[in-house]
């Protein structure tokens, strides 16, 4: 088979909806390597993380070629991209993130669009009016438009049903993996360089994410306040909401307690979790939940909210917690820390569990939904 995909965030986004575009065509090319792999992608700008395209003679990246085109991006990407997937002869086209070019329908050309979450309906007030109206134009038209949808978790389905009207039957589940670096042990001189490097105290929590409302790292850093000598490393960027926490912080005295850190390199995000006494995901609501799932295969214990797609990734060992609540955090930080078998049963149950999603099961799922068209 011969198949595209929109790769813009595989080059562009070093967070959620780039992962899930890398770890995607980085499987699909190592199991299935009959197959040629298209990448379209705006501009072919170098990230160290597609570095796996190296050694890979089954991937193409393919970006505009005429003079309107590499002027008119955002056009190629949304319609004219098609006259090139007719061109490169395409059979399959995947829009990795919520999206399909307009007319690909009406060609021979088979479509597969993944949705990862419909956030911006359940909290609109998140979000401007203008993105909340741009994106639900794109995503529900994508999903009308599209031969099959991947939803990343059965919460996620049930939103595009609920809120889209679409068939069950159209919808296929099929989750996440994570970068394979997170699913092997960091030598332990690579963790003490990484933490001479940025500095970080012997013993930490983690909180992993972007520094944003929904997330909900204000309560995490509440429940910091309440107690004391205990310290938070932080990996996360954000705007507005970070200079709220970091307005708490500085009102409550927290700054020799928590350490942002920002830009890291992959295995020195692996270092820095297997590391970590533990993770803590008090996120609102998700489609998935990467962060979870990393830590589970680096063997870190996970507090994480209760409800929504939370439990999908975190298995049946995971601490739920209402992520509103600092006392029910607190206690879950506590009752971790004084128990060695408790901390066992949570890193090997755990590891035990994200076997679900290893390199092989994702890669798998995604060709059988390509083999159903």
């Excluded at 006259?83 to 919520?98: A, E, P, W």
């Excluded at 942002?260 to 390199?265: A, I, N, Q, T, V």
Aim: proline share 3%; glycine share 6%; charged share 25%.
């Amino acid at each position: 088979m011969r198949i595209g995909f929109d790769a813009k965030r595989a080059f562009f986004n070093n967070t959620g909806l780039g992962n899930y575009s890398r770890d995607s065509i980085r499987l699909l090319s190592q199991f299935y390597t009959d197959n040629k792999y298209f990448l379209y992608t705006p501009k072919n700008t170098k990230n160290s993380r597609l570095s796996f395209l190296k050694d890979r003679d089954n991937t193409f990246i393919r970006t505009p070629q005429s003079l309107l085109n590499k002027a008119l991006k955002s056009y190629w990407r949304s319609k004219s991209i098609v006259r090139d997937l007719f061109t490169n002869k395409i059979d399959i086209y995947h829009g990795l993130s919520h999206e399909l070019p307009l007319g690909i329908e009406k060609t021979s050309i088979k479509t597969v669009v993944t949705i990862h979450d419909l956030i911006f309906i359940r909290y609109p007030h998140l979000f401007r009016l203008i993105d909340r109206k741009i994106y639900n134009k794109k995503f529900k038209s994508a999903c009308l438009r599209a031969n099959k949808i991947i939803a990343v978790s059965q919460q996620t389905k049930q939103d595009i049903i609920d809120f889209f009207f679409i068939p069950e039957e159209k919808i296929e589940v099929v989750y996440q993996g994570c970068n394979a670096i997170f699913q092997n042990e960091i030598t332990a001189n690579k963790k003490q360089e990484t933490q001479i490097k940025y500095n970080l105290p012997k013993d930490y929590l983690l909180y992993v994410g972007s520094i944003e409302e929904r997330k909900n790292l204000l309560t995490l850093l509440k429940t910091l306040k309440g107690l004391p000598n205990q310290k938070l490393v932080v990996i996360g960027n954000g705007k507005a909401y970070k200079i709220k926490c970091l307005r708490f912080i500085s009102e409550h005295n927290l700054s020799d307690r928590v350490a942002f850190l920002s830009g890291l390199e992959i295995e020195e995000m692996a270092a820095i979790y297997q590391s970590a006494q533990m993770l803590i995901y008090p996120s609102i609501f998700e489609g998935f939940g990467i962060p979870i799932l990393e830590a589970l295969f680096s063997k870190t214990p996970v507090i994480t909210s209760k409800g929504g797609c939370f439990s999908e990734v975190g298995g049946p060992n995971t601490k739920y917690i209402n992520p509103l609540s600092v006392e029910q955090i607190k206690t879950a930080i506590l009752e971790i820390q004084n128990s060695e078998a408790l901390q066992n049963t949570m890193t090997e149950k755990g590891f035990e569990y994200a076997q679900n999603f290893t390199d092989d099961k994702i890669a798998t799922n995604l060709m059988e939904v390509y083999k159903g068209l």
